[in-house]
């Protein structure tokens, strides 16, 4: 299936897609698109011919849980509203707690790495092929960034993607852009990555800007591609022609004639490389991964857990949960940094993840920074360090005015019956009282009990 070269298409940069010359394909995210409804610009693409992917952030398939079969059902449902050749989502846990651990259930609000373990592939793995099962068309999934690594991890990245593919049959989207995040933050080898991975199985390539701010690299989507990024992807080029390469942007989005000239640049990359002749480096004959053997100059893909050393899934799943939810309690609410982590990176990880809640909220609800003004962000940060979040953006706006109305919030009688109004409109008649939420408070606790 070749696709070509493509954008991410969004909302806020509908009209400049439709516009830019060169445009095979696009994607969109998933969970942004209604059910039975198709943005116009969407359909006028699909008129024209132009293939459209749907991209999924919220499965959690690196998660403790089997995937949910209502998103199951709506990820299956957009593929089959964009009649799309496949269907995309991420490695990566997104929510963490609830039964398993018998503790509160939270959100990340974020694509969180997963560890490069046996139990978590092993979870992985049974997750990817119920999501297969339900899926229409085929999936592939995405390597993520990451601010933190793991401690005592069994495999690399490009063994866990090998072992992975060689279990499931997922096709791969290979984000280069993450792979030079890895390189910054955790020390990784982009072409000792892609030297072990699987390059046959690679459905599609991820281009995407980011900034590094003391020394740590942030997978913004919202800066232009850099020449490290560039180099990446010349590296895998190198090895593969990828059957599609994708440009990334989420926010700060650049005039359309900045967003040409990126992807003329990417263009003349993939060109550059292939001229080059560095063919011979391609994985072809590559043996099938997993198989005990290796590309040249690789280290050996490792065996799977033996036989003799046997464990149930139930207790594989719960020490997943467990290892995830004390790691999501540290990020999001307050709780100890786990044995091994670097305290100082869940640090920074943890307030990245405060500033991406106030950054969405204000997006889901922009009307809140408008009633707030400049006291929104530290509003929403304070709120945010004793709240996690657990039932998706919209609720969480809606818990941080009901908070500020309680404690009397903001001080300005106009601006509190502005937000008053608000509240009103999207959670019931009057917001309330301080009495109300102790004992839902106090409800919460002992559920989590």
């Known amino acids: 299936m070749e696709l070509g070269i493509g954008i991410g298409w969004r909302p806020e940069i509908a009209d400049a897609v439709e ?47 089997r995937p949910d079969a209502g998103r199951l059902a709506d990820l299956a449902a957009r593929a089959e509203l964009l009649a799309a050749p496949l269907v995309t989502e991420h490695i990566a846990f997104v929510r963490a707690g609830g039964s398993r651990t018998a503790s509160p259930g939270l959100e990340a609000g974020h694509l969180l790495p997963v560890p490069r373990t046996w139990d978590a592939l092993d979870v992985l793995c049974e997750n990817v092929r119920i999501a297969q099962d ?17 401690p005592d991890e ?44 699987p390059v046959e199985a690679i459905a599609y390539v991820h281009v995407a800007g980011g900034v590094e701010k003391d ?35 989420d926010d700060d989005f650049p005039p359309a004639g900045e967003l040409a000239g990126e992807l003329t640049t990417i263009r003349a990359t993939l060109d550059r490389a292939a001229a080059l002749g560095t063919g011979a480096r391609a994985h ?21 857990r033996p036989a003799s050393n046997p464990a149930s899934p139930g207790s594989v799943r719960d020490r997943v949960a467990v290892a995830q939810t004390a790691l999501l309690s540290a990020l999001v609410a307050g709780a100890p940094t786990p044995h091994g982590f670097d305290r100082r990176r869940l640090g920074i990880q943890s307030r990245a993840l405060a500033a991406k809640r106030a950054g969405v909220v204000a997006k889901v609800a922009p009307e809140l920074p408008e009633i707030l003004g400049a006291d929104y962000r530290d509003a929403f940060l304070a709120y945010a360090r004793n709240h996690p979040m657990s039932a998706g953006y919209r609720r969480d706006a809606l818990d941080f005015v ?12 106009a601006a509190r019956r502005r937000l008053t109004h608000w509240w009103q409109d999207r959670a019931g008649a009057r917001p309330p009282r301080r009495s109300t939420r102790l004992v839902r408070a106090a409800h919460a606790a002992l559920i989590g009990r």
């Open 19 to 65: 516009a830019l010359p060169g445009i095979d394909w696009v994607e969109a995210v998933a969970e942004n698109i209604c059910a039975g409804h198709l943005p116009d610009s969407l359909v006028r693409l699909r008129e024209r011919g132009v293939t459209v992917v749907p991209h999924g952030v919220s499965l959690g398939l690196g998660g403790a849980e």
């Open 134 to 150: 339900s899926l229409p068309v085929p999936l592939a999934l995405e390597n993520i960034a990451a601010l933190i690594s793991w």
């Open 154 to 197: 069994e495999l690399t990245e490009g063994q866990f993607l090998a072992e992975l593919v060689a279990r499931t049959g997922v096709r791969l989207l290979i984000d280069v852009a993450n792979l030079h995040t890895n390189h910054v933050n955790r020390d990784e080898d982009p072409a000792a990555a892609l030297d072990e991975l």
């Open 215 to 249: 020394g740590v690299w942030h997978d913004t989507h919202a800066h232009p591609v850099t020449g490290p990024v560039l180099d990446v992807l010349a590296e895998l080029r190198s090895r593969v022609d990828p059957p599609g390469v994708l440009l990334e942007r």
């Open 284 to 304: 072809a004959a590559r043996p099938v991964p997993g198989a005990g053997s290796s590309a040249p100059g690789a280290e050996p893909v490792p065996r799977p």
């Open 402 to 413: 009901e908070g500020l109305l309680i404690a009397g919030q903001p001080a300005d009688d």
